[in-house]
């Protein structure tokens, strides 16, 4: 079982899930459920590839971008330099 800071793993993502839903109503609150099904900082993968062409089924192209990025993109939060490189280089 894997704890998040504000409870369990399954906490976590149904917040997630319920916060999207009530503060970006334009948007599918799928990706906020999701984002961690691929991948965690912690290399947690709680999802098998196998499932990949099942779960893309489900979701949007852009539901399904968003929920393949995030584990990338938290990486490089944690990596250190990335939000420096990105406000040197926010006029591009």
Same mark, same amino acid.
């Given at each position: 079982? /894997?704890?998040?800071?504000?409870?369990?793993? #399954?906490?976590? #993502?149904?917040?997630?899930? &319920? =916060?999207?839903?009530?503060?970006?109503?334009?948007?599918?609150?799928?990706? $906020?459920?999701?984002?961690?099904?691929?991948? /965690?900082? /912690?290399? =947690?993968?709680?999802?098998? $590839?196998?499932?990949?062409?099942?779960?893309?089924?489900? #979701? /949007? &192209?852009?539901? $399904?971008?968003?929920?393949?990025?995030?584990?990338?993109?938290?990486?490089?939060?944690?990596?250190?330099?990335? #939000?420096?490189?990105?406000?040197?280089?926010?006029?591009?």
């Amino acid at each position: 079982r /894997t704890e998040h800071a504000d409870g369990s793993f #399954l906490d976590h #993502l149904v917040f997630c899930h &319920d =916060y999207a839903a009530r503060h970006y109503p334009d948007h599918s609150p799928n990706v $906020a459920l999701l984002h961690s099904v691929l991948g /965690t900082a /912690t290399n =947690y993968f709680p999802m098998e $590839a196998e499932k990949m062409p099942k779960l893309m089924e489900l #979701l /949007t &192209d852009f539901e $399904a971008l968003h929920v393949q990025v995030f584990p990338s993109i938290l990486r490089l939060f944690y990596a250190g330099d990335f #939000l420096a490189e990105l406000e040197e280089n926010a006029h591009r």
